[in-house]
Structures are given as structure tokens and as C-alpha cells.
């Protein structure tokens, strides 16, 4: 009910319809937590494309090796005979050199850019051009030909580009040649994909926002009471009056297993009450009989900022401040105009 995933469009997904590869995000009718429609632009972006004042190499090298940054991959000068031509700003050429592709992810920089650095869990506009290694450099999609650039969370990707894009620079153009098991693996997700296909994408960085900073758990849960046994849903009692203004962050039991980074995709059983509305639920992934999976960047800024730190096996609560859930708008009759909402989540799985 409270997902509302956008089909995030753009590269990967289906190059037809463009709707960008969301590894693991719930479908709608998982209700998994609230996601901020807001918060990810994919089909609307508003940036303009890149300029720089350096040409690609028309040979496709990259630039001078780089030994690898503090937020991204490594990267090389080796292309793999891609030849990648075109002036910054417009639309690049890609041929391919036939043969066997690469079998590890390449990463090269043809044009390094001087703006910030991208780093892992961002949210990326680019430009970017997509062709087939096993289909002779048939191009599958292009944010060219739809004239603007696309917007999309880097965890809400195929793994080639949460991998590859970090480390980039604004101003950047970077070369991309992603391996099957780091695209769609046996699956030909359309006419221009072949299944097992090693994917190579041109991809010009044109601004990035970071993710937001995880809150800290404290011990405040502002009378907030939660009973039930792990593994169980649990019952939340809100103690009335007035709600914290601030996100409350608390562990009730903290997990022993993996943590979840900021950005990453996370798999869980949760419940969700308004305080506006008394206590009212509004969602759990509990009434659906499975636990819930979608990417922290997808979703309302009280989760985004609220779930890094947890560990596997784990049971936080959130209570969430409009701002940070839908604000002035009602969700139905169970979420109010400005609405306090509140959710006690077990974290089940983490996928970075």
C-alpha cells in the first residue's frame, strides 16, 4: 500500500520502456515502508547535461591509470578495444571490437572531470549510452535520445553500475564494460539484450546528491511502548500528547549479524502506527506473510536515515517527524496531514 516504487526509468531495465534495473525493490503491493515519491527523480530529471572542455580519446583509453579512489573501484587505462569518440556534451560513439568480452568488471576514465566525487549510495543524473557486446554493438538505450538526462539511486541498479559509478567525478566520462553476472546474467530482459550479454555503457556525470546521514540510536523512545516476542509481530502503544519533533532512533534488540550500509537494499518485517490517528496501523509487512525488500535510497528520509547501523536479527523503532515521513500530505484515511508515523522494524537480510 505505502510504496508507490516508481518504475525507476532510465538504463538497464528495459530499454524499451527504460524502467532502470531496481535489484530487489518490493512491488507495489508489498507496502514495503513509505516510500517518498519525492525523493527519487528518475523519470523527471531536472539537470542539464554535462560540458567539459577535453574530448574522449577517440582510441577509447582512458586517461593516465588511476590506483583506485577511497569511493569507488579502481580504474584502468585498458579499454578492451572499445573505441569511444565524441566531443563532452553530445552524444558518444561506441564500436566494439568483436571477439571475447571482457570477463571482469572494466572500469577506464576517458575524461576525468574536476567536479566532486561520487560516492557509494548516491543518487546519480547522468548521461549515459548503452550497447550489446554479444549483439554487435546494438545500442539498447541512451539518455541522448530521450533529450535530458536520467536521475536514479546507484543501489537501485544493476551491480555493474553500483560498483562502477562511485569514485566518478562531475564533469566525468567514464567507460563501463559489465560482465553478465554484474548485468542480467542468463536473463535477456529485451530483443537488444542477449541473455549472458557483457553490457558496455558510456556514461557522462553530470551532478549526484549523497545520500543522508544515518541518525544514531539512542535510548529516548518518548513513551513509546512495544511489546511481542522477536520472530512475532509486536504491538506499539503511543503514550498521547504531543510527538517528538526530532527522528527517534532505538534499538529494542540490536542483531548480531550483518549491518546494513547507508544506500543499501534491505529485507524486513515491520509495523507501522500514526500518532496522529491514535495508534492506528497502517501497514505491515506482517498482514502479507513475507517480509518486504526494497533499497534505502527508495524510500521516506525517517527510514533512509533511520535503518543504517541496524544489524540481521535486530528490532528498531522509528519515530518519524512529518518532514522526514510525507509531510502535509494525508495517505489515505490512516496517515493524517502531518502526520508523526511510527515503526518497529526486524531487519532480515542486507543486500549492498
Do not use: H
Amino acid at each position: 500500500m505505502f510504496t508507490n516504487l516508481r518504475p525507476t526509468r532510465v538504463l538497464l531495465l528495459l530499454l524499451m520502456t527504460v524502467a532502470l534495473v531496481a535489484t530487489g525493490c518490493a512491488d507495489a503491493e508489498d507496502g514495503a515502508a513509505t516510500v517518498d515519491e519525492d525523493q527519487t527523480a528518475a523519470d523527471e530529471p531536472s539537470a542539464a547535461p554535462a560540458d567539459g572542455d577535453e574530448g574522449a580519446p577517440e582510441d577509447g583509453a582512458g586517461s593516465e591509470a588511476a590506483a583506485g579512489t577511497p569511493d569507488g573501484p579502481a580504474t584502468s587505462t585498458d579499454s578492451a578495444g572499445v573505441e569511444v569518440t565524441g566531443e563532452p556534451g553530445t552524444k558518444p560513439e561506441v564500436s566494439l571490437p568483436g571477439g571475447e568480452p571482457p570477463t571482469e568488471l572494466v572500469v577506464v576514465d576517458l575524461i576525468e572531470g574536476d567536479g566532486d566525487q561520487v560516492p557509494e549510495g548516491a543518487t546519480v543524473t547522468t548521461d549515459y549510452v548503452g550497447v550489446s557486446w554479444l549483439n554487435d554493438g546494438v545500442e539498447f538505450d541512451s539518455s541522448w535520445d530521450r533529450g535530458e538526462p536520467a536521475t536514479f539511486p546507484l543501489n537501485g541498479v544493476i551491480p555493474g553500475w553500483t560498483n562502477g559509478i562511485p569514485g566518478m567525478r562531475e564533469g566525468g566520462r567514464r567507460l563501463l564494460i559489465i560482465p553478465p553476472d554484474q548485468a542480467y546474467g542468463a536473463q535477456a530482459p529485451s530483443p537488444d539484450i542477449a541473455a549472458n550479454d557483457t553490457l558496455v555503457f558510456v556514461i557522462d556525470m553530470v551532478s549526484f546528491e549523497r545520500p543522508p546521514e544515518p541518525v544514531e540510536p539512542g535510548t529516548d523512545d518518548a513513551g513509546v511502548e512495544v511489546s511481542g516476542e522477536p520472530g512475532e509481530e509486536p504491538q506499539i502503544t503511543l503514550p498521547g500528547g504531543e510527538p517528538p519533533a526530532e527522528l527517534l532512533v532505538v534499538d529494542l534488540i540490536e542483531g548480531d549479524g550483518e549491518e546494513a550500509p547507508a544506500g543499501s537494499i534491505v529485507t524486513t518485517q515491520y509495523v507501522g502506527v500514526s500518532w496522529t490517528n491514535d495508534g492506528e496501523k497502517f501497514d505491515a509487512s506482517w498482514d502479507r506473510g513475507e517480509p518486504a525488500t526494497f533499497p534505502l535510497s527508495n524510500v521516506i528520509e525517517g527510514w533512509t536515515r533511520g535503518i543504517p547501523g541496524m544489524r540481521v536479527g535486530g528490532r528498531r523503532l522509528l519515530v518519524i517527524p512529518p518532514e522526514q515521513a510525507y509531510g502535509a500530505e494525508a495517505r489515505g484515511e490512516d496517515i493524517a496531514p502531518n502526520d508523526t508515523l511510527v515503526f518497529v522494524i526486524d531487519l532480515v537480510d542486507v543486500n549492498q
